[in-house]
């Protein structure tokens, strides 16, 4: 007896899937009984379904996307016909789509695909969310906030609505991860006063409550970080820490098992191996800004370690978004300490994740140029120095990068005596006036201040500059500056013969620089104490300062000559356009080897 369409389509579903999930996966095998599924016109239910497989398929295990799309479009336009149900299927379809759509920069047709979906789909908690969730990102990866926002306002409501309360707070403190993103700085208070009353009052799972803690934790620690408040944050910073030791523990349940069992609430901001690297991350930007170098260094290798441990087995995008945040902050970190070529080494390991990912690079140039500038400066390469930070200012739209940038390319035109070119700069750079919020970034204006000042014979001035920096950096332990500020009050001081309170001021700070270590404070401090024992009578004491500051003068040097040997030296004349190759030497190189400037310019 001959067998009916639907026993053939059926078999070829079964047979499809056989080949599908042998070992090895017959692909193949398995595209061909799908197509020809189409050939005994089954079912819209069937076809619909069949070409979102299809589509799935090509996609994760061929290069064919442009077949895998005709295939999602399909079943995206036949799940729309079926009156009632299909849910899964129609709006996988949508989702998938729009994905894909956005891969191939394509977000003219990826917005509107979501948005219908969104409309279907408001009877169905789980895919009403997630459609949201996807379509802010969208919008915030194309930096349209107020509509990133406004879309994950929709999503607060709705969850509220549907009871979906775990839901709820996500949707809540994505939108307030949101407004730090746009430095909405007086809208994003309130909103986090909110989620983290909902977070402590939270009744439901023990699991839920933790993971949506530690997600609050790094928006409070990210908020103060971005405002340069490095002793405020230390008491948040303790609580992340010992959230994320709770999260990773052995009897912790899966992620799966932290979402819960309502339908709405099957939600997770990243998964949990991804919040431990994060956590690293935000407590290395501490350590930068605090002035803990070896601190910085240690949890940078943490991270890095754990990043190549998670990419073996899903090389996530993410993970080399905060590989090479850590790589900035490292960078920054062997600059302060000295050790040049190992920067130059990481900025090139940089420059190669930015070379594989354009997207990476759009985002981050302004970045890389200032990390050359610093680079640059500190191997008394001005020129380049100067390009690198115009630069950067040119390609930058964070008020806190532009800032920085423009308080280095102020040392630069300071120590190149350029007063036209720095008085032109000045009033993008006054305390009193500055674009950024940052606590930090304005203590470092005023040091900026400072030290022209002193450049300029106008000592009296400059202490008052400085002693507007040592207050700020004191109330937030900012201790590279404090650092900076003391022994350049030690150099005015020193100028204007008054050997006991230069003495003073550059006693703590060589002790201060040599905790963090800050190798150019050192020898900038050794040069002055060796002068100011001498003045003394004090001889044996300016033997050994002078051994001292010769020592930390030798490691300088060799330093600054095996850089200029490397070939990744040459990066230092990007400043534009694709970023030049690797030199050969650097191929197969590993890459295990932001706001605190050189401010000293030593």
Same mark, same amino acid.
């Given at each position: 007896?001959?067998?009916?369409?639907?026993? @053939? /389509?059926?078999?070829? *579903?079964?047979?499809?899937?056989?080949?599908?999930?042998?070992?090895?996966?017959?692909?193949?095998?398995?595209?061909?009984?799908?197509?020809?599924?189409?050939?005994?016109?089954?079912?819209t239910r069937v076809e619909a379904r069949t070409h979102l497989q299809l589509g799935n398929i090509l996609l994760n295990h061929t290069t064919n996307t442009d077949l895998a799309v005709?295939?999602?479009? #399909?079943? @995206?336009?036949?799940?729309?016909?079926?009156?009632?149900?299909?849910?899964?299927?129609?709006?996988?379809?949508?989702?998938?789509?729009?994905?894909? /759509?956005?891969?191939?920069?394509?977000?003219?047709?990826?917005?509107?695909?979501?948005?219908?979906?969104? &409309?279907?789909?408001?009877h169905n908690v789980y895919w009403h969310c997630r459609l949201i969730f996807q379509l802010a990102q969208i919008h915030a990866t194309e930096k349209d906030y107020e509509i990133a926002s406004s879309l994950l306002g929709v999503g607060v409501d709705y969850a509220h609505i549907s009871?979906?309360?775990?839901?709820?707070?996500?949707?809540?403190?994505?939108?307030?991860?949101? =407004?730090?993103?746009?430095?909405?700085?007086?809208?994003?208070?309130? #909103?986090l006063n909110q989620a983290g009353h909902l977070v402590d009052s939270?009744?439901?799972?023990?699991?839920?409550?933790? /993971?949506?803690?530690? /997600?609050? #934790?790094?928006?409070?620690?990210?908020?103060?970080?971005?405002?340069?408040?490095?002793?405020?944050?230390?008491?948040?910073?303790?609580? #992340?820490?010992q959230s994320i030791q709770t999260i990773m523990s052995p009897t912790w349940p899966s992620d799966e098992a932290?979402?819960?069992?309502?339908?709405?609430?099957?939600? *997770? @901001?990243?998964?949990?191996?991804?919040?431990?690297?994060?956590? +690293?991350l935000v407590t290395v930007m501490h350590s930068m800004q605090a002035? +803990?170098?070896?601190?910085?260094?240690?949890?940078?290798?943490?991270?890095?370690?754990?990043?190549?441990?998670?990419?073996?087995?899903?090389?996530?995008?993410?993970?080399?978004?905060?590989?090479?945040?850590?790589?900035?902050?490292?960078?920054?970190?062997?600059?302060?300490?000295?050790?040049?070529?190992?920067?130059?080494?990481?900025?090139?390991?940089?420059?190669?994740?930015?070379?594989?990912?354009?997207? =990476?690079?759009a985002r981050h140039r302004p970045q890389l140029h200032t990390l050359l500038g610093l680079y640059a400066m500190s191997m008394n390469c001005m020129e380049a120095a100067e390009a690198q930070f115009n630069a950067a200012i040119s390609s930058s739209q964070e008020r806190e990068l532009w800032t920085f940038a423009n308080l280095n390319l102020a040392i630069v035109y300071i120590r190149g005596k350029r007063e036209a070119e720095l008085n032109a700069l000045l009033e993008h750079i006054n305390p009193e006036?500055?674009?950024?919020?940052?606590?930090?970034l304005r203590a470092a204006a005023y040091y900026v201040q400072g030290l022209q000042a002193f450049f300029q014979a106008r000592y009296n001035e400059a202490k008052r500059y400085l002693r507007e920096t040592l207050k700020m950096a004191n109330a937030e332990d900012l201790n590279r500056l404090t650092s900076c500020s003391l022994v350049l009050l030690g150099h005015i001081f020193l100028s204007l013969n008054n050997s006991r309170e230069s003495m003073n001021m550059v006693t703590p700070a060589m002790q201060l620089a040599s905790k963090i270590p800050d190798v150019h404070v050192q020898l900038w401090a050794s040069a002055i104490?060796?002068?100011?024992?001498?003045?003394?009578? &004090?001889?044996?004491?300016e033997t050994e300062t002078f051994q001292m500051h010769c020592n930390f003068s030798q490691m300088l040097l060799k330093d600054h000559f095996q850089s200029t040997q490397m070939p990744e030296h040459e990066l230092i004349q990007w400043t534009g356009g694709e970023l030049p190759e690797p030199p050969a030497a650097l191929i197969g190189t590993t890459l295990h080897s932001q706001q605190e400037a050189s401010y000293s310019g030593t």
């Amino acid at each position: 007896m001959a067998l009916s369409a639907d026993a @053939w /389509y059926i078999g070829l *579903l079964g047979l499809a899937e056989s080949f599908r999930t042998s070992s090895p996966p017959d692909i193949r095998g398995c595209v061909r009984c799908l197509q020809a599924v189409f050939s005994f016109r089954p079912p819209t239910r069937v076809e619909a379904r069949t070409h979102l497989q299809l589509g799935n398929i090509l996609l994760n295990h061929t290069t064919n996307t442009d077949l895998a799309v005709n295939h999602l479009e #399909l079943s @995206w336009m036949l799940s729309q016909t079926i009156p009632n149900g299909f849910d899964d299927v129609k709006f996988e379809a949508a989702s998938v789509l729009a994905e894909v /759509y956005e891969q191939q920069s394509q977000s003219t047709l990826s917005k509107p695909t979501l948005r219908k979906a969104i &409309e279907l789909s408001q009877h169905n908690v789980y895919w009403h969310c997630r459609l949201i969730f996807q379509l802010a990102q969208i919008h915030a990866t194309e930096k349209d906030y107020e509509i990133a926002s406004s879309l994950l306002g929709v999503g607060v409501d709705y969850a509220h609505i549907s009871n979906a309360h775990y839901t709820r707070v996500l949707f809540l403190l994505s939108r307030g991860m949101l =407004l730090l993103i746009d430095k909405k700085i007086q809208e994003v208070l309130p #909103l986090l006063n909110q989620a983290g009353h909902l977070v402590d009052s939270w009744s439901g799972s023990l699991h839920q409550k933790e /993971y949506l803690k530690v /997600y609050f #934790l790094v928006l409070q620690v990210c908020h103060y970080l971005m405002a340069g408040q490095v002793k405020s944050v230390k008491p948040c910073l303790k609580q #992340l820490q010992q959230s994320i030791q709770t999260i990773m523990s052995p009897t912790w349940p899966s992620d799966e098992a932290v979402c819960g069992s309502c339908v709405g609430d099957m939600f *997770l @901001w990243m998964p949990k191996e991804h919040l431990y690297v994060l956590v +690293y991350l935000v407590t290395v930007m501490h350590s930068m800004q605090a002035g +803990y170098m070896d601190k910085a260094h240690k949890y940078t290798d943490k991270a890095l370690t754990q990043i190549d441990k998670l990419k073996i087995v899903d090389n996530k995008p993410i993970l080399s978004v905060f590989q090479l945040m850590l790589l900035e902050h490292m960078i920054m970190c062997r600059l302060v300490t000295g050790n040049k070529s190992a920067a130059l080494q990481e900025i090139s390991a940089g420059a190669a994740l930015c070379r594989a990912n354009p997207k =990476l690079l759009a985002r981050h140039r302004p970045q890389l140029h200032t990390l050359l500038g610093l680079y640059a400066m500190s191997m008394n390469c001005m020129e380049a120095a100067e390009a690198q930070f115009n630069a950067a200012i040119s390609s930058s739209q964070e008020r806190e990068l532009w800032t920085f940038a423009n308080l280095n390319l102020a040392i630069v035109y300071i120590r190149g005596k350029r007063e036209a070119e720095l008085n032109a700069l000045l009033e993008h750079i006054n305390p009193e006036n500055l674009p950024s919020n940052s606590h930090s970034l304005r203590a470092a204006a005023y040091y900026v201040q400072g030290l022209q000042a002193f450049f300029q014979a106008r000592y009296n001035e400059a202490k008052r500059y400085l002693r507007e920096t040592l207050k700020m950096a004191n109330a937030e332990d900012l201790n590279r500056l404090t650092s900076c500020s003391l022994v350049l009050l030690g150099h005015i001081f020193l100028s204007l013969n008054n050997s006991r309170e230069s003495m003073n001021m550059v006693t703590p700070a060589m002790q201060l620089a040599s905790k963090i270590p800050d190798v150019h404070v050192q020898l900038w401090a050794s040069a002055i104490l060796k002068d100011l024992y001498r003045l003394c009578g &004090e001889q044996a004491r300016e033997t050994e300062t002078f051994q001292m500051h010769c020592n930390f003068s030798q490691m300088l040097l060799k330093d600054h000559f095996q850089s200029t040997q490397m070939p990744e030296h040459e990066l230092i004349q990007w400043t534009g356009g694709e970023l030049p190759e690797p030199p050969a030497a650097l191929i197969g190189t590993t890459l295990h080897s932001q706001q605190e400037a050189s401010y000293s310019g030593t």
